[in-house]
């Protein structure tokens, strides 16, 4: 328990020690890494401790997003309340989403989350008078503001974002460590036997699925206050995978697992579209004359083989494989 | 003393497609005692039992614990009720240590008794079975024999009124045996237990009544000494 504490402490202090280090471009990267690990950490509570596949958070990241952004744009709320909102519709979509998608178990529960987030997208974009679609809108400078911080200057928005983390973090951890964290993961293991242990699984499926939610909401939330900007992409299918790898690149089943896997993925696919796949298009053309103007775009592609390779050699994602081999304490 | 029904069942019918698995008129098993439930394989134990922890709900009949229908009640309501079931198939927490494993059921009772100490209730329960020395390794590396008396302390961290062990000394050695029988003995001081058996010594030592089950029926029913003497008993174990 102790060392869990230091260790949590330890990650937050080094992200509070980056943050004058760091050059403006890295900056505004881990802003939104921080925030996408909110995301992440949401997503590993139900996925990595409860064993449930969701492939629908981008309604729950949705819910949260647009649920802060409409009030800010049609009923010009100040960001705070209208963050609690948008926490507040993740949490009602979380409740009742669960209460339908977890009378399914397995290849089921991931078809009727897809299923339900699909609906949510596509209702997205039926109103696009209210949320502009696929398009989507900004949030003035000007309003994003919280007890006259401003938002979108790069240092408070370093912070509000690693406020947001942290938070998330230290209840993901207390969650995991508690009783019911222990019959979370009792239920990943062996869902019969917890039942005839007198625990009712569904509601321990149902918390988790709703504290994750919550999580989800609250990352929508602060992306669309910290970057100013709200729109439908955030709500497709591919926002709902994102969440799935970043997760198992880390590990899942652990605590920090979620921000690991996110950082790394992020600057994997920077660094694969910003250099390694152009580079590549370039050698195929001079080499073979083949010009190539996709392959530069193909970025996806390197992470594709990444997660094939990982699935393959670690399954258990980065800190799951330390956990194993080296430190059988990470919690 | 006069027999106190605790756990009863009547007209119980559990049908899986066209067959019928389980075809039972009447079953009672009184507060206090070992009952041993015996039968060749596909005899229908394990669903019978399962029936009556609710596993599975049943195609017709009722179930009655201390007086209260239980038909209808979820599983896990049955066990926090007080009827604890322990798997045949070792079904133990492979990865959490054993200490994890009982302190899932301790802490169910903790909750449910409103007071008591986690802690104190897994270490007693693993102490029981002779594992607290191993209260830290982890739960998948045990011999078999340690992961079904695992499996027995998790039904004993439960502090259940009855206990049922289904084929609890599957795969245990004979020295493991002998104690087991002292601990089950130890056990039934506090708690009624239902013990489905393949091993004819365990049965003769510990059921003071005999449940037979063939193709899902109560074949016979009484001591041991009068069930070795039955003569459709023998029938159907040795074939007729």
Not at chain 1, 50 to 76: D, N
Not at chain 1, 141 to 157: A, P, Y
Not at chain 2, 52 to 77: K, N, S, V, W
Not at chain 2, 139 to 151: D, K, V
Request: aromatic share 8%.
């Amino acid at each position: 328990m102790i060392r869990s504490i230091l260790l949590h402490s330890f990650v937050i202090a080094a992200l509070v020690a980056l943050e004058p280090v760091l050059s403006e471009y890295h900056h505004g990267n881990l802003a939104r890494i921080m925030v996408l690990a909110v995301y992440a950490t949401g997503y590993n509570l139900l996925f990595g401790y409860t064993g449930l596949l969701s492939l629908g958070h981008a309604m729950f990241f949705a819910a949260g997003m647009y649920g802060c952004a409409l009030m800010i744009r049609l009923a010009e709320w100040s960001v705070g309340p209208a963050f609690v909102v948008g926490v507040i519709c993740a949490l009602i979509a979380g409740i009742v989403v669960g209460f339908l998608a977890l009378r399914t178990i397995g290849v089921g529960f991931m078809i009727v989350t897809l299923m339900f987030a699909e609906a949510a997208y596509l209702t997205i974009l039926y109103y696009n008078e209210y949320t502009r679609g696929d398009e989507g809108f900004t949030i003035a400078q000007s309003v994003r503001t919280i007890g006259g911080l401003d938002l979108s200057d790069t240092t408070t928005r370093y912070f509000a974002a690693l406020t947001l983390f942290s938070i998330c973090l230290i209840a993901s951890a207390a969650v995991v460590q508690s009783k019911a964290g222990r019959v979370l993961v009792a239920i990943r293991e062996n869902e019969d036997r917890v039942r005839m242990l007198g625990f009712d699984p569904f509601r321990y499926k149902l918390l988790a699925l709703v504290l994750s939610a919550v999580m989800a909401g609250a990352a929508g939330a602060a992306y669309a206050v910290l970057f100013g900007y709200a729109g439908a992409s955030f709500a497709a299918v591919q926002y709902s995978i994102f969440p799935l790898l970043w997760v198992l690149l880390g590990g899942p089943g652990t605590t920090l697992g979620p921000l690991l896997g996110t950082v790394l993925m992020f600057y994997l696919v920077d660094y694969a579209s910003g250099t390694i796949m152009p580079g590549l298009a370039g050698m195929v053309e001079t080499q073979f004359g083949i010009e190539a103007p996709g392959l530069a775009s193909a970025y996806l592609l390197l992470v594709g083989v990444a997660l094939v390779l990982l699935v393959l050699f670690a399954p258990r994602g980065l800190l799951g494989t330390v956990r194993a081999r080296m430190i059988p304490w990470l919690p | 003393m006069a027999a106190v029904a605790q756990l009863s069942a009547e007209g119980l019918v559990k049908d899986f497609g066209g067959l019928r698995a389980v075809d039972v008129a009447a079953f009672t098993l009184n507060k206090g005692e070992i009952r041993a439930v015996i039968g060749p394989n596909g005899a229908g134990k394990t669903t019978f039992v399962s029936l009556l922890c609710g596993r599975f709900p049943p195609t017709a009949g009722r179930i009655t614990f201390e007086g209260r229908d239980i038909t209808a009640m979820p599983a896990h309501e049955r066990v926090a009720s007080g009827i604890a079931y322990t798997f045949q198939i070792t079904s133990i927490f492979g990865n959490l240590s054993l200490y994890d494993n009982v302190a899932l059921p301790a802490q169910r009772r903790v909750t449910l008794d409103g007071g008591g100490h986690v802690r104190e209730r897994a270490m007693a329960a693993l102490e029981r079975v002779g594992l607290a020395d191993r209260s830290r390794e982890i739960a998948s590396s045990q011999s078999y024999g340690h992961q079904r008396l695992l499996e027995v302390a998790m039904g004993l961290a439960l502090g259940p009124k009855v206990l049922i062990l289904d084929e609890p000394t599957q795969g245990l050695a004979d020295s493991e045996i002998a104690d087991f029988i002292t601990l089950i003995r130890e056990v039934a001081q506090e708690t009624t237990i239902l013990l489905i058996e393949h091993n004819m010594p365990v049965v003769m030592a510990l059921a003071e009544t005999i449940t037979v089950l063939d193709q899902g029926r109560i074949l016979a029913e009484g001591t041991p000494d009068a069930i070795r003497e039955n003569a459709a008993v023998q029938t159907a174990y040795l074939g007729g």
